[in-house]
Structures are given as structure tokens and as C-alpha cells.
């Protein structure tokens, strides 16, 4: 890390935005004078298009590049595929895969999720078949934003089905640009299609692409699960993102007097109850966010997303009550009750995302509370002898 | 305006924290509880020396002259334990309501004394129906010459049978006031109530042609006896947060610690799931005590909603998380001898003696609906 301070970074980047920023300039050339100048990745190593700086002042950087509007910089907070290659790969896989990532030249989606893996993500059942110098791969993902657009998919694959199941499993950069693989959008129950099936049949990927060995891909996955969870929590801190998360305030009261109802006591009830959800998650960010103890602040963080589906959930419960016979009409010709549908049903984006709040309530039981964890019967066993 | 604690703030607590786990530990609770007077003279005097009766009164009238933050703090240790003291009518009612008053010669006579250990005073405001000060008060208060007399019954009122002076609020030709009667005046009769929570004891007061001074102007009494009983929600909601959170605690220990089908109960998710769902809940009202305490410090315009808000959700919490609790105990969480019934006892008696969650969530809609 370098010894320079916050005002150091501030100055310089505000100064090489001044001098650089040119709209004339095509994405690619805008791309590679980022990642030439170290601001691509701030906090990472000048060969990876950074300058060794902090990762809070990796933060400025790209509040400083927002503020004139640029794009380019983060990638060593949002660029998965480099962070974890980074971390886990050969020198070779870095010189060849992190740069154009880190450019945006090359693009990258997540083949995590199974039909059949979901919340129990280890058995996972996508083959991984050596042959020769490539690996074949034949299975199902879901849930992949972005597939479409990719280069790289960050795959995890079963290469053993005769070890425990966390102990069989590979993670492959595995090229999305070839046949056998079918994409295919998942059409949401909102009406929304955010995410793809990604199809794999007979489709090749080759050994140089193994990140770690090959039955080793479970502890790779962690560290790439570690980060995604980083940028979400970072992106719910910016006050961009928690705009769409968080009901309006006074929306309840301005949508039951929209609607007439303002005078209900039992509605007013339930607006007060609505809102002392969201009210008090509110301060337990701001407690989390304050406070020295790093114990409280975990605790306070890990509770915020049982919290925030509770408060998504409620709150459209309670619109739902507010435009009553409204909620059975949808389409732009009946605004409040298409909203109320959409907010009603767009609340297990939360509630599953990301892992459901059931699996939520586990972790924070066992991590928080020092609960014991359920016994894991096959804990043991071949993967290949599990029930399923 | 800052909801984190500064190292004074920490020492506070951790001092409270030792002198409640030295003063209310659970067998003592038992004994006060038992005892009519509900109050341990010894440990009364401690918290004297200490300078926790006299937190929030000025220094001027002998006090620390502490905010709502140290207050919210202190309470919340007190909650823990279930400490068995006057505290909330003597040590913070009490004062809020006579500096409320602003009746200067009342409050260089009384607060010092309540700083001291030397009195003990509570309000007197309910009347049948509702823990709220009553919307027509039927308590009356005449005027002969300087002398007044009341006239009435008070009910619900905290500590009553130990109290010394009561600061009674009634209704007179020009509007409400408050005035103060003296133990064993003429006329008073106290008796106590039966409660559910035997660690706050309460009594109802009747008044016939009872001799009373009245304390600040008339038609004052109304908006003063508001503000103080703000003030101390601040003390209430703190202590909710912290039964709860000892409620929660003793779940998630037990949950660890008791096996049933070869296991600790806590492994199972339908137990797991129950002590996090409390978790959440005694985190956030501890969030919610510290968030209104520090709006309180600050004088933030939105602090009266976010009062509202938050008194209606912590007692509504406690309740949950004292509840929850007895459930994850099973069988033995059923019976007298285990503390978890304790817990629901008093946070059903916190939900109601500043007035119920519903009446608090109306009042932040009223506050919301005024301002938008």
C-alpha cells in the first residue's frame, strides 16, 4: 500500500479526470487510459490496473469518477472473475484473464444455482469430465444474470462424485461463446425477466482454466461468494440502490388518502405498523454503521436481511389492504393495483435471493447466536450415494 | 446527532451493569416482589450515592444534569434485571414533570430531596379506562382563597403505597393543573393494585376534599404532564429493550444448553428460527430506545413520531421476545420458580403504563398526517 493520504487521492484523481475526461473517446481507448493510470483497480497492484491504494481510498476514487460521471473504475470491488483470480489463480490466468476483465473487454456471469442445488448450493450435480487437456461439462444453471452478454462464466462443476460433496468440486472459467451452450430467460412471476437457464451440453473448457485443483472449487467458491457479498453490502449502502429497497416514508399515508382510507383506524394501524419496520431497520443500519464494536455491527448487518424482507413483504401486504378490490387489476391501465402486484410478488426477490430467509435465519443462529448446527448425515458420504 | 456511546457513556454503563448485577440479583427481585413495598432502602441509598436519582435533574437543584442518552442507558441496565425501585416515577417522572411546570419553588424544594434518596414522589394522572392521562378529567380541584382541596380517584399510579408526595393532576373552573398532596393528608386514601407484575407495584388514590398546593400556573398542566411523560417514555423504552434483550439471551443459552432426541434443542431450526426471530427483535428495539434518545438530546423536529414509533414497537418486541421465550423453555419456562414468566409480566405492564402500542400508533399517524 502506499503512504498516500486521503486528499493525496482525492487531489490526483480529480486533477487526471480534468486532463483525461474526453466524451470523444470510444469505450475500449476510455478503458485502457483507466486501467494505464491505476484507477481501474485502485487498492490492487499497477499490473492489474491499480496503485496499491486502500480500499476506502479505492472508494473515493470511484466517488470522485461518479461525480464527473465517468465509468471504469471498482473493478477490484465489483469485477468477480478478477478478484477471484486475483486471489486464486496461476500467474498465467492472471496475466491473461485479469486485464481485459478489469478493461471490460471480456465479460463475466455466475453458473452457480441448480434446478436441484439451491439453498444446499454443494450438491450441485453439472458434470465436470476430464479429457485430455479440456474438461467436458453437461448440465443445468439458473439464475444467471448477464448470460448473454458473457465471455466467461464463473462455473462450479462436480470433477469427483466419489468424495463428500463439498470435496468433488471444481471452479472453472468457463468460456459462454461456444455450442452446447443455450441460454435461455427465466420468466419471473412479476412478469420481469432478469435471469437466464444457461444449458450446457458436451461444452468444453480447458484445464487452464481451473482455479485451484480440481476437487478444491468449494473453498474458491466461498472466497467469490465472500466478495459478491461485499459489493451487495456495498451497494446497499449507497443511496442509490436503498431508494428502490425502502418504501417511501410517507407513500402509505399519501397512497390510503389517495385511496380514500386515511380515515380507517385499523389502516392506520397497519400504515404505523409498516412503517416501524422499515423506521427501525433504518436505525439498526445507522447503529451498525457508527458503532466501534465490530460484534454489533456484524450482528446488526447479519439481522438487515431477514429484516428487509419482512419489511418488503408487510409493507405490499399492507398497500394491498389500502387499494383493496384494486390489487386484482394489473397493466398500465390500472397503475395502483399493478404496482401493489408488482411490490407484492418483486418481495421474494428478497426473501429467496441470495439465499432464502430461512437459510439466513440458520447462518445467523449459528454465527451470531453460537447455535449448534443441524447434523449433517452425509457429512461423510460419497456424493454419489446421497439421496436425491 | 450520534446514537453511538461515547467511553463516558460505556463507563455509565458498565458501572450500572455491575450495581444491578450486585443489587438485583434474581433472588432479590423474588423478595421485593413479595414485599409490599417493592423497594430495597439499602440499594435506594446506593443509587443516591451514585448520583442515578439525581441523573437527569440539573445541577442546580442537586442533580447530574444528564441528558436522555445517560438516562436510556442507566434504564436499560435497570430493565435487564428487573429492578425493583421507584426509579421511573420518583427519579425521572417526577422531575421531568415539576421542570416541565417550571415552578421554581417546587423544584428547589423537591428536586434535591429525590437527588438525595430523601423523597419519594410519583404522578398521579390516570383514571379508569385508559394509562393515559384521561381526555376530561373528572378529578376536580377547587380554590378557596390560596387553599385547594381535590376531589377524585387516580388509578394505575407507580409506587403509590411507598410515595411521599403525590403530584396529582385535575380539572378545575380554568383548566387541568397539578398539584401536590402530602402522605396522610386528609381525605387521601391509598390503596395498593393487585398487579401481574409484582416488580412495579401500583395503587389507585382516592381524594375526597383532600388538601393539595397547586404546583405551576393553571392550564399548564395538560401540555407539562405531556412532555414529561415523553420524556420518560424515553427511560421506558429503554428498559423494554433491555428485558428484552436478557429475555433473548436466556433463550438462545438455554436453546444451547438443553438436549432433547440427542441434541441441543437450539439445532433444531423451528428453535433456531424462534431465537432469531428474537434476536431481530430485541436488536432493533434497542436500535429504536438509543435512535429516540439521541433525537431527544439533539431536539429533532421528527422526535415525537419517531417516539411514537418506537414505544409502539418496543413494547410490542418485549412482549414477543418475553413470550417467545417461555416458549423455547418449554415446560420448565411453565412454571413460578423459572425468572422467564417474570419478563412477560413486565413487558405486558411496559405496553401499557405510558398508554398501548395502538394508542402510540395512532398518535405517529396523527404526526405524520400533520406534517405531510
Known amino acids: 500500500m502506499t503512504d498516500m493520504t486521503d486528499d493525496d487521492v482525492r487531489g490526483e484523481v480529480r486533477a487526471w479526470l480534468a486532463d483525461n475526461v474526453d466524451p470523444a473517446l470510444g469505450r475500449a481507448e476510455w478503458s485502457r487510459k483507466v486501467f494505464d493510470a491505476g484507477w481501474s483497480a485502485p487498492s490492487w497492484e499497477p499490473a492489474w490496473g491499480g496503485r496499491g491504494l486502500s480500499s476506502a481510498q479505492s472508494r473515493l476514487v470511484a466517488a470522485e469518477f461518479a461525480n464527473v460521471g465517468a465509468y471504469g473504475t471498482g473493478a477490484d470491488r465489483a469485477d468477480m472473475l478478477s478478484c477471484t483470480v486475483r486471489d486464486l489463480g496461476t500467474e498465467e490466468q492472471k496475466h491473461r484473464l485479469i486485464p481485459p476483465s478489469v478493461r471490460g473487454e471480456t465479460r463475466w456471469c455466475l453458473l452457480y444455482s441448480e434446478p436441484g442445488a439451491g439453498s444446499d448450493l454443494a450438491g450441485l450435480r453439472t458434470r465436470a469430465d476430464r479429457d485430455g487437456d479440456d474438461w467436458i461439462i453437461n448440465g443445468q444453471k439458473v439464475w444467471t444474470s448477464f448470460a448473454k452478454t458473457a465471455d466467461y462464466g464463473l462455473l462450479v462443476a462436480r470433477t469427483d462424485w466419489d468424495v463428500p460433496k463439498h470435496k468433488g468440486i471444481g471452479f472453472f472459467i468457463f468460456p459462454m461463446r461456444q455450442p452446447g451452450v443455450e441460454i435461455r430467460p427465466i420468466h419471473q412471476i412479476t412478469g420481469e425477466s432478469e435471469f437466464n437457464e444457461v444449458f450446457i451440453t458436451d461444452a468444453r473448457v480447458p484445464h487452464a482454466n481451473l482455479v485451484g485443483e480440481p476437487g478444491g472449487g468449494w473453498a474458491v467458491l466461498q472466497l467469490a461468494l465472500a466478495y459478491e457479498r461485499r459489493l451487495m453490502g456495498d451497494l446497499a449502502r449507497t443511496a442509490k440502490s436503498t431508494r428502490d429497497l425502502k418504501p417511501d416514508a410517507d407513500s402509505l399515508i399519501g397512497m390510503a388518502r389517495a385511496a380514500g382510507v386515511l380515515g380507517d383506524a385499523h389502516i392506520r394501524q397497519e400504515i404505523a405498523r409498516a412503517e416501524s419496520l422499515a423506521t427501525v431497520n433504518r436505525w439498526n443500519t445507522q447503529r451498525a454503521k457508527t458503532t466501534t464494536d465490530r460484534t454489533e455491527a456484524a450482528t446488526l448487518m447479519a439481522l438487515g436481511k431477514i429484516a428487509m424482507s419482512r419489511i418488503l413483504h408487510e409493507t405490499a401486504r399492507i398497500q394491498t389492504e389500502i387499494v383493496g378490490p384494486e390489487s386484482m387489476l394489473t397493466g398500465s391501465d390500472n397503475p395502483v393495483g399493478d404496482a401493489v402486484t408488482f411490490r407484492t410478488l418483486n418481495a421474494y426477490f428478497t426473501s429467496i435471493g441470495g439465499g432464502t430467509d430461512q437459510i439466513q435465519r440458520n447462518i445467523v443462529g449459528e454465527r451470531v447466536l453460537g447455535l449448534p448446527k443441524e447434523p449433517e448425515p452425509y457429512r461423510d458420504s460419497a456424493f454419489r450415494d446421497l439421496p436425491h | ?372
Open chain 2, 1 to 372: 446527532m450520534s446514537s453511538v456511546l461515547t467511553d463516558q457513556q460505556n463507563d455509565l454503563r458498565d458501572a450500572i451493569s455491575d450495581l444491578m448485577a450486585k443489587r438485583s440479583p434474581e433472588a432479590q427481585v423474588r423478595r421485593l416482589m413479595a414485599d409490599d413495598s417493592g423497594h430495597d432502602t439499602a440499594a435506594w441509598a446506593e443509587l443516591a450515592a451514585m448520583g442515578l436519582l439525581g441523573l437527569t435533574i440539573p445541577e442546580e437543584f442537586g442533580g447530574a444534569g444528564a441528558g436522555a442518552t445517560e438516562l436510556a442507558v442507566v434504564s436499560e441496565q435497570m430493565g435487564r434485571v428487573l429492578l425493583c425501585a421507584p426509579y421511573l416515577s420518583t427519579a425521572v417522572l417526577t422531575p421531568y414533570l415539576l421542570l416541565a411546570l417550571g415552578d421554581p419553588a417546587e423544584c428547589a424544594e423537591a428536586l434535591p430531596r429525590i437527588a438525595a434518596g430523601e423523597l419519594l414522589a410519583t404522578v398521579a394522572f390516570a383514571e379508569a379506562g385508559s394509562a393515559r392521562p384521561p381526555e376530561r378529567c373528572v378529578t376536580s380541584a377547587v380554590a378557596d382563597g390560596d387553599q385547594w382541596t381535590l376531589t377524585g380517584e387516580k388509578t394505575y399510579v407507580l409506587d403509590a403505597t411507598i410515595a411521599n408526595r403525590f403530584y396529582v393532576q385535575a380539572h378545575c373552573d380554568s383548566g387541568t393543573a397539578l398539584f401536590a398532596v402530602e402522605r396522610g393528608a386528609p381525605g387521601l386514601s391509598v390503596a395498593p393494585l393487585t398487579t401481574v407484575d409484582q416488580t412495579r407495584k401500583q395503587g389507585r388514590l382516592t381524594l375526597a376534599d383532600t388538601p393539595a398546593r397547586l404546583i405551576g400556573g393553571v392550564g399548564k398542566g395538560a401540555a407539562a404532564l405531556d412532555s414529561a411523560l415523553d420524556q420518560s417514555a424515553v427511560a421506558l423504552i429503554a428498559e423494554q429493550a433491555g428485558g428484552a434483550m436478557h429475555a433473548m439471551q436466556m433463550a438462545a443459552d438455554y436453546a444451547g444448553v438443553r438436549h432433547q432426541f440427542g441434541r441441543a434443542i437450539g439445532s433444531f431450526q423451528a428453535v433456531k428460527h424462534l431465537c432469531v426471530d428474537m434476536l431481530l427483535e430485541a436488536e432493533s428495539a434497542s436500535s429504536a430506545a438509543r435512535h429516540v434518545a439521541a433525537a431527544f438530546d439533539a431536539c429533532e423536529p421528527d422526535r415525537l413520531a419517531d417516539l411514537a414509533l418506537a414505544q409502539a414497537y418496543c413494547s410490542d418486541a418485549f412482549v414477543f421476545v418475553a413470550a417467545t421465550n417461555i416458549q423455547v423453555h418449554g415446560g420448565i419456562g411453565f412454571t413460578w420458580e423459572h425468572p422467564a414468566h417474570l419478563y412477560l409480566r413486565r413487558a405486558r405492564t411496559d405496553a401499557q403504563i405510558f398508554g398501548d402500542s395502538n394508542w402510540h400508533r395512532e398518535r405517529y399517524v396523527r404526526l405524520r398526517e400533520d406534517n405531510s
